[in-house]
């Protein structure tokens, strides 16, 4: 082993380490935590990022702290960006004597390639818009704001974090992972035996380089920077999103923030400090406004690097997040795709580190996110050629911008950036299948989302039915039960619901019975859509004790 030849050095046992504390990373450990797994994060930082990053959540996101207690809070950092923005149009637009703004923003619906999504036109009956529930109303919360609630979360939960300590190798065995981390305040060595890694370190991420995962993709074209600053001359920046000749710019929605994208190339230095100069240099050339900026809050460059490992997995080390995919910021994709890694995997690694099931379940996490990450890419991609100051570009994005013009084409683009249309490809032939679970409103004042919070898949009996109720038998905590009618949708008879909030199975009132063989074995390759096969796929075999993995922690 090579490791750091300080004496003060460590050994600790844990069935997860996950590399890297971002957003990704503390989601996934809170997921593993509930499933009872022992996991370290580890992390070079000490303190919550303060770059600007993305500003908002999509639904699914929204959906997941929901279905884990967590909105209320979400809410509240809602109400205080809400606040920043009023504030941003009271200053763009002046007040009216009582102090009300002279004109009322139009409803922002999103954004594809800086058009704006007017959310008048936005078909608010679709049914892809009718699920969520209270996660429906929140999004407006910037992503240093999800890391310190999740942050706040994991360690309620029982995650042990090492902050300023960075991952510097690691060598995988039959039995486990030996990682060495430096801490980076002394040097001293960090040396973690762990059964799986996980990691969740970036866009440039160290696991991902020293595991050998292929990165295929495509090169980036351009420089952009954001940046929240001070700044005099702002009156001749327009609110909004803006192309020019010479690129395109974006002033707001919170007072200062400013975006320039430059189609030159990347920058010639990812790492150097961001300054006033270059900010302003970049600023006055995309607008042609004679901005003065005055001083930097904080700032960051990027581009449009598109990169997606060819598997999340190789052996026991795992990828999430940026680590597993890289592309333009524009729509504030990275954090949402990777906050549903999480949430995809942490259920899954979870099972087959306390024996519940095969490690064969976890070809389901590449199977199922794969290709949303896959289209994320392609999504950055088709912006980018849309935002080019080139004729060819123009045309199109004007062909594009008549297109959200109508309630179809502001509806379909909302329902695509919003997530609410994302859709595994599972056995079972209703519609409900391998979607998220509607956040039924249940007789008894509850909703389906509270009786997630635990981290437990979800078995929903709504005909009051037995036969339904006995599939379950035999599978203990790993399951919960529930017998409550939902008068709102007396079409339902019954459904499953996985730890992450998708339908495993569903079933209407009327369908046959389920005539599922209850000796069929724990194999996620089973093909089968009753109810006992969604069960041994997802959930293992009814009462099994023995373990089919010792965690590491028993080692």
Known sequence: MNSNSNSNSMSSDFDVVVAGGGPVGMMLACELRLGGASVVVVERRTEVDQTIKAGAINTPTAEAFYRRGMLPALAEVQQRSMKRFRAFVREQEGTQADGRP???PPKFAGH?????????????????????????????????????????????????????????????????????????????????????????????????????????????????????VEMTGSKALRPGWH????????????????????????????????????????????????????????????????????????????????????HSPFGGQGLNLGIGDAMNLGWKLAAVVRGRAPEELLDTYTAERHPIGAWVLEWTRAQIALMRPEPQARALRGVVAELTESVAGTTYFAKKISGVRQRYDLPGSHPLVGRSAPDLELADGTRLADLLHDGRALLLDLADDAGLRSHAEGYGERVRVTTVACPGRPELAGLLVRPDGIVAWASDAGDAPDTGDAAVTADPAVTGDTLTDALHRWFGTPGRAARMSKPAAAR
């Not at 059964?195 to 295929?216: E, I, N, Q």
């Not at 970049?282 to 901005?291: C, D, F, I, Q, T």
């Open 112 to 228: 594809f390639a800086g058009i704006t999504l007017r959310g008048e036109l936005l078909d608010a009956m679709d049914p892809d818009f009718t699920n969520p529930g209270p996660a429906g109303d929140v999004g407006l919360v910037p992503q240093q704001e999800v890391e310190r609630l999740l942050a706040e979360q994991a360690r309620r939960l029982g995650v042990e974090l090492r902050n300023g300590t960075e991952l510097a190798g690691f060598d995988e065995d039959d039995d486990g992972i030996e990682i060495r981390a430096i801490r980076v305040a002394d040097g001293s060595a960090d040396v973690m035996r762990a059964g799986w890694l996980v990691g969740c370190d970036g866009g440039r991420s160290t696991v991902r380089k020293l595991a050998g995962f292929a990165f295929p993709g495509t090169d980036p074209q351009i420089t952009g920077h954001q940046a929240l």
């Open 243 to 326: 192309h020019t000749d010479t690129g395109t710019y974006v002033h707001g929605p919170m007072p200062g923030r400013i975006l320039t994208v430059e189609f030159d190339g990347p920058p010639a230095d990812r790492d150097a400090a961001v300054t006033a100069q270059e900010l302003q240099a970049s600023l006055r050339r995309v607008s042609g406004a004679e901005v003065t900026i005055t001083g930097v809050r904080t700032a960051t460059r990027f581009t449009d690097n598109a990169r997606q490992a060819a598997d999340y997995r190789a052996g026991r080390v795992l990828l999430a997040g940026d680590a597993a995919h890289v």
């Open 102 to 104: 002279l004109r009322v």
